[in-house]
Structure formats: structure tokens, C-alpha cells
């Protein structure tokens, strides 16, 4: 990493955390920082190089079964995830990258193998997928309001008691108990894919105000109408 005084985006796994267009979180947050005149720093980390400790905000996307164990195995040997979270950074992950953060996670014969630790959850596996659109209320105290996203997942979540869950479903499985998501300090995990980012603009910002506080209002565009339609049409 060069620029020191840049906000530093870093995406983590490319090769193997990517599936609903998971870059569209990384370009979102990238423009919204932008818009306000804070400079970006992206840094895109595959699975063969070391994870750099320095970075603002991580992102991890969603995966298959396998390369979700792939990951999983070289981001605890690397330990560079590990203790970026421990020094205060903030993680947003989806889905495989959810679950692959939290204490463990069932294989995709439900053998639970063990994560990064760094969000309270466990994850294991259900007896169905759950396929489908989200919509759920954010905890009040993150001042996000309503999200909407899509879900593909076997797996299902269960938060414990360091860790909040992130919303309450109003419509989807989500862990699976009426809440979706977690988060603990600056870390975030949900299912929602769409990319997630995009299709909610108001929780991009909030990953960003965790890094740089108060941000400028930016006024409604494409992300706002996006957020708008699916949010109607999930609910048609
Ligand atoms: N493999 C995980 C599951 O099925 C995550 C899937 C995903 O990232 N879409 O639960």
C-alpha cells in the first residue's frame, strides 16, 4: 500500500470470494468516498498473496462450497484478516465470506470446520437452500433503515452473545431465526448479495462513516432508485 492518507478498500480473495458481481461493492464504495472528496486506495488481494494488515475497510464476497474452504484455510494460515480486525479495521463480508468470519462453518458435508473468529456467529448447514429475495430492518442503532438484497445459501447462523444481528427479516430465511446479518464493532457479515452495496446505498455509507465519521448527504441517483425498485418488488 503507498498512499497513507487514502482511505484503503481492500478486496480480499477475487479468485475465489466473487460470486454475484461481489465488485460492485468495491466500486461503490469507492464512488460514494469519492463523491465527497475522500481519495481511495483499492487494493485487490488473490488468494496466493499475503493480506495486507493496513487497510480501512476489507471486503470479503460470497463462493461455492470449496472455495469457500479454500479461503478459509488460507486466510487463518495468513492471519494477516485476523489481525487487521484486532487493531479495529473494519470487515464487510457476504455470505461464504459471512460465515467463513465467524467461529466455524459447515462444509459442504456439514463437518464444521473452523473460521477467522473474528464475528460471534457459527454457522451450519440447513436442510434446504434458501434461494431468494431479502428484505429486512436494520438494528435502529446503525441508523441504515430498510435493505434488500438476494440469497443463495445453505448454510444458517446463529449469533452469539458478542456479536448483534444486523436486522430483522420482514421477508427471506437469513440466519434463519427472523434476523439477518451480524456485526460486532466494525465488523459486518450478511447474506445479502445484489451486490449488497449498490443495492443499498445508506449501508455503504455506513461502513464508510465507521472509517471517517459525519459524511456529506449526496443527493438521491441510480443507487437510491435501485434501492427503491427491488425494495417494491421483493414486497409485490
Ligand atoms: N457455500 C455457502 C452456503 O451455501 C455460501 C454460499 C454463497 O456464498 N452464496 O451456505
Known sequence: MTNTSALRIVWIYPDLLSTYGDR????????????RGIATEIVHVHSSDAVPEQGDIYLLGGGEDRPQILAAERLRADGGLIRAAARGACVFAVCAG???????????EANPLPGLGILDIRSGRGQSRAVGEIVADVDPALGVGRITGFENH???TEIGPSARPLSTTVRGI???DRT????????LGTYLHGPALPRN????????????GQLAPLPPAWGERLHEERLAAALS
Open 24 to 35: 460492485g461493492n468495491v466500486l461503490i464504495l469507492q464512488r460514494r468516498a469519492e463523491l
Open 98 to 108: 459471512y460465515q467463513i468470519i465467524g467461529e466455524n462453518y459447515g462444509d459442504d
Open 154 to 156: 445453505q448454510g444458517r
Open 174 to 176: 437469513g440466519n434463519d
Open 180 to 187: 439477518e446479518g451480524a456485526y460486532q464493532g466494525q465488523v
Open 201 to 212: 446505498p445508506q449501508l455503504a455509507d455506513l461502513l464508510l462513516r465507521w472509517r471517517v
